[in-house]
T-cell receptor
Framework: KQEVTQIPAALSVPEGENLVLNCSFTDSAIYNLQWFRQDPGKGLTSLLLIQSSQREQTSGRLNASLDKSSGRSTLYIAASQPGDSATYLCAAGSGAGGTSYGKLTFGQGTILTVHP | DAGITQSPRYKITETGRQVTLMCHQTWSHSYMFWYRQDLGHGLRLIYYSAAADITDKGEVPDGYVVSRSKTENFPLTLESATRSQTSVYFC???????????FGPGTRLTVT
């Protein structure tokens, strides 16, 4: 059974800092890994999707990397801003084939606070 | 509006009542999912569907029923609601190719 762990559980940083959020998964036979952002009381917004054949993806100030062999992914946020404050979730997508296609297993999330 | 919508956004019901949560997507995505989010448990998969008339259980399916007669709709029914089903429910969909999942805004359900 896939298990996903996110470290740290919470992070508070001053504005402008570069930061790294960590995600680890136990079963390396993933199809993809997806990073989400969730604001309080809101739904999930997809930030980055890394397919299993890729090593990293970038979108603006965000960069996500994937190392399947070690079961790790990191989300790097450059020059953090107060608007980045939210919960960040990573989710591992199950492999191809059969009815397990595309199922996501989520970590517990990292609560990020960026203060001015 | 394009995208994925859920209704109702908030629902209060009594123990033992049947309640149906609706999910609609306009992308014609093949795959649709239902998750629940609870403090201490995170997001857990309830049911998912690969196409119309094809559904399968996720991690926590007990007490729930789904159907998918049309590609764009994926309702979730609580046959006899219990207090333990108080939660926030999210619907999601994904295309066959990328499998990137897109989430709806959620339904906050309270069972009294």
């Amino acid at each position: 059974k896939q298990e996903v762990t996110q470290i740290p559980a919470a992070l508070s940083v001053p504005e402008g800092e570069n930061l790294v959020l960590n995600c680890s998964f136990t079963d390396s036979a993933i199809y993809n890994l997806q990073w989400f952002r969730q604001d309080p009381g809101k739904g999930l917004t997809s930030l980055l999707l890394i397919q299993s054949s890729q090593r990293e993806q970038t979108s603006g100030r965000l960069n996500a990397s994937l190392d399947k062999s070690s079961g790790r992914s990191t989300l790097y946020i450059a020059a953090s801003q107060p608007g980045d404050s939210a919960t960040y979730l990573c989710a591992a997508g199950s492999g191809a084939g059969g009815t397990s296609y595309g199922k996501l297993t989520f970590g517990q999330g990292t609560i990020l606070t960026v203060h001015p | 509006d394009a995208g994925i919508t859920q209704s109702p956004r908030y629902k209060i019901t009594e123990t033992g009542r049947q309640v149906t949560l609706m999910c609609h997507q306009t992308w014609s995505h093949s795959y649709m999912f239902w998750y629940r989010q609870d403090l201490g448990h995170g997001l857990r998969l309830i049911y998912y569907s690969a196409a119309a008339d094809i559904t399968d259980k996720g991690e926590v399916p007990d007490g729930y029923v789904v159907s998918r007669s049309k590609t764009e709709n994926f309702p979730l029914t609580l046959e006899s609601a219990t207090r333990s089903q108080t939660s926030v429910y999210f619907c999601a969909s994904s295309a066959t190719g990328t499998r990137e999942q897109y989430f709806g805004p959620g339904t906050r359900l309270t069972v009294t």
